[in-house]
């Protein structure tokens, strides 16, 4: 890492995250695997229970640094390909201090991508568990923010122009239903890859004989995982989709950063960023508020869907065990989950601060002078000329509003005063209530009531689960 990116890069990504792929919290969980597989083979009779507890006591009795090289082991890997050959030898090498006889027995039957894929399935476990608490947060302040205005009228826009009105919980619902669809498929794929990898050499266990299967299940219980009917050395699909999950989740969040930025500039002004000491500012104009958080969720919904690709592009491995697929993995799966889960702190942080302007919102719906009102007034004609008469007599209307700069009420009734065909179709009441934008939100406030009661129905069931 440059001294750059090692600068910059707590901006984008989760320290915790980042902590939980580093190079000691790695080697720590593949000593847990060890010590693990030592104790269930001490169980089940395939090396001596005296020699198990002497690996698991050194495995987890003390500290990495005074046990192992760390920087040895990176040196060695260049040459290994993998950092589990060189780790193996300086663990062995670790318990031959403490008792030769129990060193003999270290890794008993075990391949490198067993001891690696196991111990990255343990730090996704936990990297599942810290998302799920932050997209809850997040799901949390959303809700909040729909159920606050659900009836905070606002303009709907579409290729970013005045389209009709809306209101902006009906907005943010959409943003939570979309961060709750990625909970639930991040739950159901860290449920999908909570597996064991055990197989030895080329899947078989071989080289445990009948013990075989017995120690794979004593295994996968004593870690907590399930036991797979067999390795997925070479099948990568429920991995992919975990990272292919994070990738949308990456996406929804840019979607909803995309919105608030835009929402937040200047011209608009209709939302803000939470405001804090420090936060936003220019290094030469005093006066500005900059959407930083907003910068960062989109700086890592753009990173991630490369590095997605390549977790997607590495399925494709050879036979029995892979050449440049696996690998490829180790250092892109990390970068993805630190990005998605810096981006998802940032998003519960604005969230849950959000700064909301309904009267600036309510000055936005005025900017067309009624034009935004254009498809109320022409349906309602419509049921009277049919719906292309009324469509381009409201056309010509809002035409003539432009010019003459004046609201589309005033120019329609002229039209239609004007016209004996049409004369008295609408009248002055009925302008006004057809000109009125809480009459036109539709099911705006019944959206937010529906998408609340899912979200209430799926909370509660997942905390009694």
Not at 88 to 100: C, E, F, G, N
Not at 120 to 133: E, G, N, P, S, T
Not at 414 to 433: C, H, I, V
């Amino acid at each position: 890492m440059s001294n750059l990116s090692g600068l910059t890069e707590c901006i984008y990504s989760d320290e915790a995250i980042l902590s939980l792929f580093s190079g000691a919290a790695t080697v720590g969980q593949m000593l847990a695997v060890e010590a693990a597989l030592a104790k269930v083979q001490g169980q089940c009779g395939v090396i001596p229970a005296s020699a198990a507890a002497v690996i698991d006591a050194v495995c987890l009795g003390g500290e990495i640094s005074d046990m192992l090289d760390m920087d040895g082991l990176a040196t060695a890997a260049v040459a290994a390909g993998n950092i589990a050959i060189p780790f193996v030898k300086q663990l062995t090498a670790a318990i031959a201090r403490v008792d030769a006889e129990a060193a003999r027995y270290v890794h008993w039957g075990a391949t490198s991508q067993d001891i690696l894929d196991t111990a990255l399935v343990l730090q996704l476990r936990q990297l599942a568990a810290r998302l799920d608490a932050g997209l809850s947060s997040a799901t949390l302040a959303c809700a909040r923010l729909t159920g606050a205005h659900r009836d905070t009228i606002m303009v709907g826009r579409t290729w970013l122009q005045h389209a009709l009105p809306t209101t902006f919980g009906a907005k943010t619902a959409g943003w939570l239903e979309a961060l709750e669809r990625s909970r639930l498929r991040l739950r159901e794929d860290a449920s999908q890859i909570a597996l064991l990898q055990f197989g030895g050499a080329v899947g078989t266990l071989a080289s445990l004989g009948s013990a075989g299967v017995d120690v794979r299940r004593a295994l996968a219980a004593e870690l907590e995982l399930g036991a797979p009917a067999m390795p997925w050395h070479t099948h990568r699909d429920r991995l992919a989709s975990l990272t292919a999950s994070l990738g949308v989740l990456a996406g929804t969040m840019g979607k909803i950063a995309r919105d608030v930025s835009l929402l937040a500039q200047s011209e608009i002004g209709e939302v803000s960023e939470p405001a804090g000491p420090g936060r936003g500012g220019s290094s030469t104009m005093p006066h500005k508020r900059n959407p930083v958080a907003c910068a960062a969720i989109l700086a890592a919904a753009i990173r991630v869907p490369p590095l997605v690709s390549t977790m997607l592009s590495g399925m494709i491995q050879e036979h029995e065990r892979a050449l440049g697929g696996w690998q490829a993995e180790w250092d892109v799966l990390p970068q993805i989950a630190a990005l998605t889960g810096g981006a998802l702190r940032h998003l519960a942080g604005v969230l849950d601060g959000l700064e909301v302007y309904p009267d600036r919102m309510l000055q936005n719906l005025a900017l067309t002078d009624g034009l935004i009102l254009g498809e109320a007034y022409m349906l309602a004609l419509g049921a009277r000329l049919g719906r292309l008469p009324a469509h381009a007599l409201v056309e010509r209307a809002s035409r003539d509003a432009v010019v003459t700069k004046r609201p589309l009420r005033d120019a329609l009734r002229e039209a239609l005063e004007s016209d004996a065909a049409t004369r008295g179709l609408l009248s002055d009441d009925d302008l006004d209530r057809l000109g009125n934008p809480a009459n036109y939100v539709g099911e705006a406030p019944a959206i937010c009531d529906r998408v609340l009661a899912a979200w209430r129905a799926g909370r509660d069931g997942g905390q009694a689960a």
